[in-house]
């Protein structure tokens, strides 16, 4: 690690802390930090003079002696933009640099490379537009994309979208005047849970999302878990029933072929109820046809999230994206199924919780991929270095 790397970092460590911890004096950022006190009055400084935090005398309270002070993040310095690419919808969400949301928008989305990068460029300057925004003080735009990007930020294959090798980051590169970040829509959500979510204090947790496939966020020892070629995670095609049904992949018997939204709509609909998305579902969940489809999800969800407790040994398994709509149907089943098949030391300490986020971790998790690029962070570092 080079200097400046290790000023970023510091950066970023006491940035995080004070989003969290709000009003913090520089005194309590080095406890929060594990940082010395010349290091947290240098990086206050500095983000100070870059307009990124604001100082205020803290309350005395009746103590004697100088008052402390306390920080703040401005919320002036600027906007993030967070973005949910998928087939059928892009969702779009703004945020100050805290990741407090101002705003969200969504617009049809099209598996047509050029056609989906012009919808999300059209969905953004709607969104700055209600929100009567200039682009200028947008300071990063985060896009999660429900494919296998390699660690260079390159998509190798989008089967729910069929593209194959295509570089988009140069396309939106292109769109937008703003800095743009690519990732895995999974792996971006789990970093938002992980800054923004339910998270924040753990450091071993698998993120379980479902769109219009299902993939998990491996967060492991502190950090995102991406693999040789960056591709981990493809839970959604871990086998859980023998020669079951077709998947998007090829194969049979995947997760993803019982628990993604297209999945339950299209087993429902084999039984002769057409329902458009997973809210109907879930309101109606006493109909005989959709209970009969929910039990088989909420048992592949289980045979899967056995698999990964006992691999990983997580603290959590959160649901997010649209799994986390119907998750309180699934998660009884799985809670039981995990009882009973789960290694018992491993099971006992996973909990199972729904993300709070919900469906909106996909978008936060572009603000998060912004938000890490805007400190000047690749994200894989950025993550591995966080201290809670
Ligand atoms: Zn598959």
Redesign the pocket.
């Known amino acids: 690690l080079n200097t400046t790397l290790i000023r970023q970092l510091n950066v970023a460590r006491v940035f995080h802390a004070l989003r969290q911890h709000p009003g913090s004096s520089q005194r309590e950022l080095a406890e929060y930090t594990q940082l010395d006190k010349a290091t947290i009055s240098a990086v206050v400084r500095q983000l100070v003079q870059e307009g990124l935090i604001a100082r205020r005398d803290k309350p005395t309270a009746g103590k004697v002696g100088r008052p402390e002070v306390a920080l703040t993040l401005s919320s002036e310095a600027g906007i993030l933009v967070g973005a949910r690419l998928e087939p059928k919808s892009i969702r779009l969400i703004a945020s100050y640099i805290d990741g407090r949301v101002i705003g969200a928008h969504q617009v049809a989305g099209s598996v047509a490379l050029a056609e989906s990068v012009s919808l999300l460029r059209a969905g953004f300057d709607a969104l700055l537009a209600v929100l009567a925004l200039p682009e200028s003080q947008v300071k990063g735009l985060g896009v999660g994309i429900p494919a296998l990007i390699d660690l260079e930020g390159r998509l190798a294959f989008a089967p729910n979208l069929g593209w194959r090798n295509a570089d988009v980051v140069s396309r939106l590169g292109e769109a937008f005047r703003v800095p743009v970040n690519v990732d895995n829509d999974t792996k971006a959500a789990a970093l938002a849970e992980k800054l923004f979510g339910a998270c924040q204090e753990v450091r071993d947790f698998v993120f379980i999302s479902g769109h219009s496939g299902v993939g998990a966020g491996l967060y492991l020892e502190d950090k995102l878990y991406r693999g040789h070629g960056g591709f981990a995670g493809e839970l959604?095609?871990m086998t859980v029933i023998p020669e079951g049904r077709l998947?998007?992949?090829?194969?049979r018997g995947?997760l993803?072929?019982y628990v993604s939204e297209a999945a339950i709509l299209r087993q429902i609909a084999e039984l002769g109820l057409e329902l458009p998305d997973v809210w109907t579902v879930r309101e109606a969940a006493a109909d005989v046809r959709v209970a009969q489809v929910l039990q088989q999800a909420a048992t592949a969800l289980a045979i899967a999230v056995k698999n990964v407790v006992n691999l990983c040994n997580p603290e959590r398994v959160v649901f997010g994206g649209n799994l986390a709509v119907i998750a309180p149907l699934l998660l009884p089943t799985v809670a039981r199924y995990l009882a009973e098949h789960a290694l018992e030391a491993i099971c006992q300490q996973c909990q199972l919780v729904i993300s709070p986020l919900g469906i909106e971790s996909v978008p936060m998790g572009g603000v998060a991929l912004a938000l890490e690029h805007f400190l000047a962070l690749p994200t894989w570092l950025a993550s591995e270095q966080l201290r809670s």
């Open positions: 959604g095609h998947c998007s992949c090829g194969n995947c993803e072929a």
